[in-house]
Nanobody, 118 residues
Framework: QVQLVESGGGLVQSGGSLRLSCAASRIRVSAYTMDWYRQVPGKQREFVAS???????SYDDSVKGRFTISRDNAKNTVYLQMNSLKPEDTAVYYCRAESVVATSLAYWGQGTQVTVSS
């Protein structure tokens, strides 16, 4: 089966940095739009960042200028570099692969916890 495995989450202090990784198997990340979402208890999952097959990038305004999404085709891995972290960034972060040719086809990772202390 297709698998997306996130890693790199943890506990950091305000102003610190983390790099999240999303390692894919059974799909090539270069052929999908890859997204990062996040979710906190009691709230809906929200969009964070995306990168398309042609390297176009999008960010939510709340993270623009602080987060950077990237892709390494050789490693079949997508990254989210998070700098200047704030307590409000605390959430479970999820990786998503969206099919370019089939709108209904998407895969989700299991999530990784990011906690930013004040």
């Amino acid at each position: 089966q297709v698998q997306l495995v996130e890693s790199g989450g943890g506990l950091v202090q305000s102003g610190g940095s983390l790099r999240l990784s999303c390692a894919a198997s059974r799909i090539r990340v270069s052929a999908y739009t890859m997204d990062w979402y996040r979710q906190v208890p009691g709230k809906q999952r929200e969009f964070v960042a995306s990168i398309t097959t042609d390297y176009s990038k999008s960010y939510d305004d709340s993270v623009k200028g602080r987060f950077t999404i990237s892709r390494d085709n050789a490693k079949n891995t997508v990254y989210l570099q998070m700098n200047s972290l704030k307590p409000e960034d605390t959430a479970v972060y999820y990786c998503r692969a969206e099919s370019v040719v089939a709108t209904s086809l998407a895969y989700w990772g299991q999530g990784t916890q990011v906690t930013v202390s004040s």
